[in-house]
C-alpha cells in the first residue's frame, strides 16, 4: 500500500500509535466518497440516456407522483452513513488533542528559518529532536516571529505555531529510526528549507544521549531569572506577601476579579508575565509591571518550567494520640 514497487512511496511510514487510526479513517472517507460519486456519476448517465428528448415526443414530460418512502430513504440513509465518519473522526481529534498525563514536555520554538527544541533537563536541538520509543511526548508550542506549522508525517501530526501564544501536540513513537519533519505553513523566502529530523530511539539509548548533553534545566534557569527580574519579592510564602502564590498553581483552577474561572495552563502563566492586567486573580491588586518586549521566548519558557516545578510540600505524617508514628519495623530500621 506504501508504493514501493513503483520506485517511490505513496504514503510516508507509520511510526505512531495514532497513525493506523488516521490512515483507517482516511482510506474509510476515500471509499465512501468514491462510493457515493461512482453511484451519483452511474445515475446521471442513466438518467440522461433513458430520459433524453427524441423525436416526436412532447418536448414537456409527464408529472410524475413523488414517493415520500423514497424521499425518507434518500435522506435518512445518507444522513446515517455520514454521520460514522464524523463520529469516528471525532473520537480520534480527541484523542490526538489530549495528551496523556504521563507525556514527555519538550518545548519547541519556530523562528525563520529553524525549529528550536529544549528538553527539560536543559538539552538544546536546532532542526533535530530526538525522542524515546513507547513514551508519550508533548511538545509545546510558540513562534518568534510568524505562524509556522510544524508536520511531522511518519506521525500523522501537524500544529500550527503561533506568535504570542503557545499551542500543544503530542505522539508516541512506536519504531525508532529518523523521520522527517518540517514547516508546512508558508512563513518567508526560505520556507523550504525549513525542516530537520526526529531520531527515536530506544529508552536506554535516548537516557545515554540526555546524559552526554546534560546541561542546567529548563527550571533552575527559570528559577534564577526569577530572582534577577525581583519576581521573588512580590510572590512569596510569608507576611510580605504581595502577588498569588506560585507553590502548586500549575494546572489548578483559578478565579479571577470579574468572575471568570481559568486554568493556569502554560497559556495563562505566560500571559501572566507579559500581560498582568488581563487576568487579575481575586483578593490581589495589578500591581505587577508587563515584562512585554523584557524576556524573550526561551526565557519565557524557562520561567513557566520553574512555576511548574513549584509542587506543594507533601503533607506532614499523622498519628492519632497515643499511637506510634511509625509501625515497630519502620522504628527499628527495617
Known sequence: MNGQGLGF???PPRASVLADRVDTLFF?????TGLVTLIVATLVIVFAVRYRRRPGRAIAPSQTAGSTLLELAWTIVPGLLFVVPFVWGARLYVDAAVPPPNALTITAIGKQWM???????GQREIDSLHVPLGRPVRLLLTSEDVIHSLYIPAFRMKQDVLPGRYTTVWFQADRTGDFHLFCSEFCGTAHSRMGGQVTVMQPEAYERWLALGASESLASRGSKLFQQLGCNTCHRGDSLQRAPGLVGLYGRPV??????IVTADEDYLRESIVEPASKIVLGWQPIMPTFKGRVTDDELLQLVAYIRSLEPPAPEPFAPEGQPLFPAERRQGR
Do not use: I, V, Y
Open 9 to 11: 512511496p505513496l504514503f
Open 115 to 121: 525549529w528550536k527544541f529544549q528538553h527539560q533537563g
Open 28 to 32: 474509510f472517507l476515500l471509499a465512501l
Open 255 to 260: 478565579q479571577l476579579t470579574d468572575g471568570r
